[in-house]
Nanobody
Framework: VQLQASGGGLAQAGGSLRLSCAAS????????TGWFRQAPGKEREIVAAIMWSENSAYYADSVKGRFTISRDIAKNTLYLQMNSLKPEDTAVYSC????????????????WGQGTLVTVSS
């Protein structure tokens, strides 16, 4: 599976961005997929995850109510809609697919896309 992330950029605080992650090579159908982020000087953290075959999702507390993870099965594409952005959301965001034991687990992801930088100005 090859993952291609896009959609990062510069936004003002309170603004919105939508990230996309297109998969090629095979479908996501049996996987769990997620978005991660890594801010400068910090460890990578899971932001949101979704089961491809079911519409159940997990969100980190820091983004709950502001970010929405979704998928388009026909397009084999994962999305992250980010609203009410804050400067602390600034990070490199990456998409991943794999078989973590649970949606809130950050381990168990096998396939990773390249990161896309999101910068939120105050």
């Amino acid at each position: 599976v090859q993952l291609q992330a896009s959609g990062g950029g510069l936004a003002q605080a309170g603004g919105s961005l939508r990230l996309s992650c297109a998969a090629s090579g095979r479908t996501f159908s049996t996987y769990r997929t997620g978005w991660f982020r890594q801010a400068p000087g910090k460890e990578r953290e899971i932001v949101a995850a979704i089961m491809w075959s079911e519409n159940s999702a997990y969100y980190a507390d820091s983004v709950k109510g502001r970010f929405t993870i979704s998928r388009d099965i026909a397009k084999n594409t994962l999305y992250l809609q980010m609203n009410s952005l804050k400067p602390e959301d600034t990070a490199v965001y990456s998409c991943a697919a794999g078989l973590p034991a649970a949606l809130n687990w950050s381990t168990g992801y096998t396939y990773w896309g390249q990161g896309t930088l999101v910068t939120v100005s105050s």
